[in-house]
């Protein structure tokens, strides 16, 4: 099956810098999708990048998708503490929603 | 306005005892309908997909199965669990393929300890 794969697996930062997330995926996508979890909860959808765009932004979130490498960064600015929580890709083609394994963003004040 | 409800939030449950998460749906017709399973500090696993009424695509061979008796509403079960089989249970929706998005709204979970 598809699986999208985050990198790093892990990023600690201080609160005002940027982070940055990276995921791959192995099969052609429709669209690709970020999501959000805190600790114990249900993902909260964040972003959504078409398969015929390159870049969006929605607030401080800047996501970008390059389909002839067949990966999508997210950007956070200027991070806060808040933003501490786990991140996670989603192939959407079709039917099939497969998340890669996620990227857990702690954020220091 | 949407909703997804999912219960139970926790279960502790003994191995070999019968499970049964459920999920229900409001305010939508005709989702696509989704279980997946997150183990500790790890992604999100794709166990089951549903169209449609009885119609259930199994992604992971397993000793879990998925019903779904009505269209806003999706069950996962087990007759005998396991131990590997603790984690954390996710039900979500979509607009059926074709819609516009394909965004997943997620129901808060359940958490299934298995002794």
């Known amino acids: 099956s598809q699986q999208g794969e985050e990198d790093p697996q892990a990023l600690s930062i201080q609160e005002g810098e940027n982070a940055t997330m990276n995921c791959s995926y192995k099969?052609?996508?429709?669209?690709l999708q970020w999501y959000r979890q805190n600790s114990g909860r249900g993902l909260v959808h964040l972003i959504l990048?078409?398969?015929?765009?390159r870049e969006k932004h929605s607030g401080r979130l800047r996501v970008t998708l390059d389909t002839s490498k067949k990966s999508s960064s997210l950007l956070i600015t200027a991070s806060r503490a808040a933003d501490t929580a786990s991140y996670f890709c989603?192939?959407?083609?079709?039917?099939?929603?497969?998340f890669g394994g996620g990227t857990r963003l702690m954020v220091k004040p | 306005s949407q909703t997804i409800h999912q219960w139970p939030a926790t279960l502790v449950q003994p191995v070999g005892s019968p499970l049964s998460l459920e999920c229900t749906v409001e305010?939508?017709?005709?989702?696509?309908l989704y279980w997946y399973r997150q183990a500790a500090g790890r992604g999100l696993q794709l166990l089951f997909y549903?169209?449609?009424?009885?119609?259930i695509s199994s992604e992971v061979p397993q000793n879990l199965s998925a019903s779904r008796p009505q269209d806003r509403q999706f069950i996962l079960s087990s007759k005998k669990l396991l131990l590997s089989d603790s984690g954390f249970y996710l039900c979500?929706?979509?607009?059926?393929?074709?819609?516009?998005?394909?965004?997943?709204?997620f129901g808060e979970g359940s958490r299934l300890t298995v002794l």
């Open positions: 990048i078409r398969s015929n765009e």
């Open positions: 099969t052609s996508i429709n669209n």
């Open positions: 305010g939508t017709s005709n989702p696509n």
């Open positions: 979500a929706w979509s607009v059926l393929a074709g819609g516009p998005t394909g965004e997943l709204f």
């Open positions: 989603l192939n959407n083609a079709g039917n099939m929603l497969t």
């Open positions: 549903s169209v449609g009424i009885g119609q």
